[in-house]
């Protein structure tokens, strides 16, 4: 497999899970707080940061700190794009729920 193959088919199965799908989709909104995702998503902070990091290994998302806070953003600018043609892409498909 190709580095390019690589990359992507990591870049889809990272964001294929659906904690971190939401993050994502929160964060389209703007920079979030980890509480301000943990409170989106309806998890602990501690398993937000986690998926966080996971996001962050694969450049989707960047951090600053600002006094105590750490605020996320979106790095991966294209991501939103990717996100759209997958709910296109699902809404064509029958994908139903497990």
């Known amino acids: 497999m190709k580095e390019k193959e690589y ?3 990591r870049l889809m199965r990272e964001l294929g ?5 939401q993050i994502v989709k ?3 909104g703007g ?5 301000q995702i943990a409170a989106h998503v309806d998890r602990t902070i501690a398993t937000v940061s986690h998926h966080l990091h996971i996001l962050r ?3 989707v998302v960047r951090y600053d700190t600002s ?17 759209a043609v ?9 994908i139903k729920r497990k």
């Open 86 to 94: 997958a709910e296109r892409c699902a809404a064509k498909l029958e």
């Open 67 to 83: 006094k105590r806070n750490v605020i996320y953003r979106l790095k991966a600018t294209m991501v939103p794009a990717l996100l």
């Open 26 to 28: 929160f964060l389209e």
């Open 7 to 9: 990359r992507a088919s």
């Open 31 to 35: 920079p979030k707080t980890v509480s």
């Open 17 to 21: 899970a659906p904690i971190r799908y």
């Open 57 to 59: 290994a694969i450049d």
